[in-house]
């Protein structure tokens, strides 16, 4: 499913504010610039149906050169070839792989066997970037107010025990023709948890990206 056009031009026009905003020395540049920030927002508010100001507000609170934003989420399967999978509290407990945004100081692997442990009780060692995706272009819902590149990685069991967190209200493993259905899907989707699979199956697949 396309994302919609008032989605992407405010994005793109909300981008083009944000970075102005960062390198405009002459005030009359940075006055047009905000301005663009504010039709961003109005756009935004208008095809999502969220307040201008909440939207405004988290405009503002974006600085420096505008760039996607970026996630992890990792494959880890058992001996038995079954994935490792969380419900997500904050999406109503829908299903989805372990993950999260990533941090500073810290590599996205890093980051990626980090949300495993936090979010499942598991540890594991990254062994394989599977997927580097855009969001956008994948199917995700619902859509998000920035760009997002979402990295899949495969990581091998090392030790731990399933234990649940703020996050997430169960920990399961689960075989490829057993993942449930209600998915967290602005997190993963069946396509995506296909290729996990496949490419833990056959190592040697490269890496996916768009």
């Not at 970075?19 to 047009?32: S, V």
């Not at 760039?67 to 490792?84: M, N, Q, S, W, Y």
């Not at 855009?134 to 997002?148: I, K, L, M, Y």
């Amino acid at each position: 499913m396309a994302e919609p056009n008032w989605l992407l031009w405010a994005r793109d026009i909300q981008g083009i504010a944000q970075t102005g905003l960062t390198y405009a020395k002459d005030p009359f540049d940075i006055e047009r610039y905000a301005m663009l920030r504010t039709l961003a927002a109005r756009m935004m508010a208008e095809g999502s149906g969220l307040p201008e100001g909440r939207i405004e507000t988290l405009f503002q609170e974006q600085s420096g050169y505008a760039t996607p934003k970026l996630e992890v989420r990792v494959g880890a399967f058992d001996k038995d070839g079954r994935i490792l999978m969380v419900r997500e509290v904050l999406d109503h407990h829908k299903w989805t792989v372990p993950g999260g945004w990533t941090d500073v100081n810290l590599t996205a692997a890093d980051c990626a066997a980090k949300e495993v442990l936090e979010e499942t009780g598991y540890t594991v060692r990254i062994t394989k970037l599977a997927m580097a995706l855009d969001r956008s272009t994948q199917g995700h819902q619902p859509p998000e107010a920035f760009s997002v590149t979402k990295l899949f990685f495969l990581g091998e069991l090392t030790g731990g025990s399933p234990t649940t967190s703020v996050e997430t209200s169960e920990v399961r493993f689960f075989a490829e023709n057993e993942i449930p259905t209600d998915l967290s899907t602005g997190r993963i989707l069946p396509h995506q948890i296909e290729r996990l699979f496949a490419h833990h199956a056959t190592p040697a697949l490269p890496t996916e990206f768009d």
